[in-house]
């Protein structure tokens, strides 16, 4: 896909992209003047890991005020003309109530992005209450030269005076942090290997042009998009890398701003479970081990294009309530591993059955499991030779799957 094929949404002409810029960093802003500032400063202060100034040719920002009533682009302005050695865009706009939402306003920035910058160029997505940290233009920078396609930033909520929340929230963090090490031990990938954490969302996700163009770009949604965007990918076959050091630092406010699910809403919804002393129900051990060892036969189906005798499909279709031959079918005309595996994922995580345990029993389980490393049992989950290689080189697999 070529510029060309991105409608002109952006209502301004911003200047030219600097000839040495590889990096735009995108920031929807609506009524955000309380919360701006801290943000853009820490992107005109980003360092390189000597701990010098990051160079301001390499990237770029762009602030999108949309149907502001306070202000927002004024307070914008003002950090621009502070740093003038970073190009700081801010852009305002007034958008129908049909289209005024946070998908479009991030859609409007990244596909002018996508326009803007050269081959190779990176597209960054943050929030107007995001911090990010000194180095997180530069590891991120890293990470894509590194061979990433898209890059999941460390989204850390400072306590700001609210602790109604916090209890299940670090619950949620810890088993999450869990699980991708448990998938790690079932399911290695050399390109996001430990340590790494389980995050790339609206406050830190960075993409390829490349890779932003071929997803079909932000999906345009009320709320979610960031999540949505990632499916976007992971149905390309593009997995985000999750490196511990590309970190930020988002507001824990309480906001009603958007419609749907937001991290906000989650926040409240866990402070009313800590008060109503009601506990999450999320996977336990077994049932993550199903999952990614279902994973790793999957991948396997998927490349040889046929289910063979590998027992932990059989045992997928049984759970899928389909037969062996209705699930090959599906194997075989997905155009995508990510797309085959995201669908059978979000199928299985609807299934009420499959979370079986409390945030405190699932932590403990996979805290034992994955301190103890359980080999025997992870030889038989796992063999030898699971080592994801990329799947546009891969070969057939050399092994079986438990």
């Known amino acids: 896909m070529s510029h060309h094929d991105f409608s002109p949404v952006i209502p301004v002409c911003l200047p030219p992209v600097l000839p040495s810029c590889k990096f735009c960093v995108t920031i929807p802003a609506k009524n ?14 980003q360092l390189d890991f000597d701990g010098s100034r990051l160079d301001p040719s390499l990237y770029e920002v762009m602030v999108l005020a949309n149907n502001c009533t306070d202000a927002t682009a004024a307070v914008a302005r003002r950090v621009a003309d502070e740093y003038p050695a970073v190009p700081i865009h801010v852009i305002e706009v007034d958008l129908p109530d049909a289209q005024a939402c946070v998908g479009v306003a991030r859609k409007l920035m990244m ?22 940290d000194p180095h997180w233009i530069a590891a991120t920078l890293r990470a894509f030269g590194r061979g990433a396609r898209a890059v999941g930033g460390r ?34 990938s050399i390109q996001d290997p430990w340590p790494r954490h389980f995050q790339h969302y609206g406050p830190s996700l960075a993409v390829s042009r490349e890779a932003y163009v071929a997803s079909g770009g932000m999906p345009p949604l009320r709320s979610i998009e960031d999540a949505a965007f990632a499916w976007a990918l ?3 076959d593009v997995e985000p890398v999750h490196d511990p050091a590309v970190r930020v630092y988002t507001s824990d406010r309480v906001s009603n701003r958007i419609e749907g699910v937001t991290f906000s809403q989650s926040l409240e919804e866990w402070a009313k479970m800590v008060k109503e002393n009601r506990r999450p129900v999320v996977f336990g051990l077994q049932h993550c081990i199903d999952l990614y060892k279902w994973k790793v036969a999957l991948r396997r189906a998927f490349y ?6 590998l027992p932990a499909i059989f045992t997928l279709a049984a759970f899928l309530e389909l037969s062996p031959g209705e699930l090959q079918r599906t194997i075989v005309q997905a155009t995508t591993f990510g797309a085959l595996y995201l669908d059978i994922r979000q199928r299985i995580e609807r299934t009420h059955s499959f979370s079986d345990r409390t945030f ?6 996979l805290r034992t499991f994955t301190r103890s490393g359980h080999q025997p049992v992870l030889s038989a989950i796992r063999p030898a030779d699971t080592d994801r ?11 079986a799957v438990g």
């Open 360 to 365: 405190e029993v699932a932590i403990q389980e």
């Open 155 to 188: 989204i850390l909520v400072p306590p700001n005076g609210r602790r109604d929340y916090r209890k299940i929230h670090l619950q949620d963090v810890t088993y999450r942090s869990l699980r991708a090490l448990l998938e790690c031990m079932i399911d290695p």
């Open 304 to 309: 040889e294009r046929r289910i063979g005798s």
């Open 234 to 236: 992971e149905r390309i």
């Open 32 to 45: 955000e003047a309380a919360f701006l500032r801290p943000t853009l400063e820490a992107l005109a202060n």
């Open 111 to 132: 596909d002018e992005a996508a326009r803007r910058l050269p081959e190779g160029g990176i597209i960054a997505m943050t929030d107007a209450d995001t911090v990010v």
């Open 389 to 399: 290689r990329d799947p546009r080189v891969r070969g057939k697999s050399r092994s």
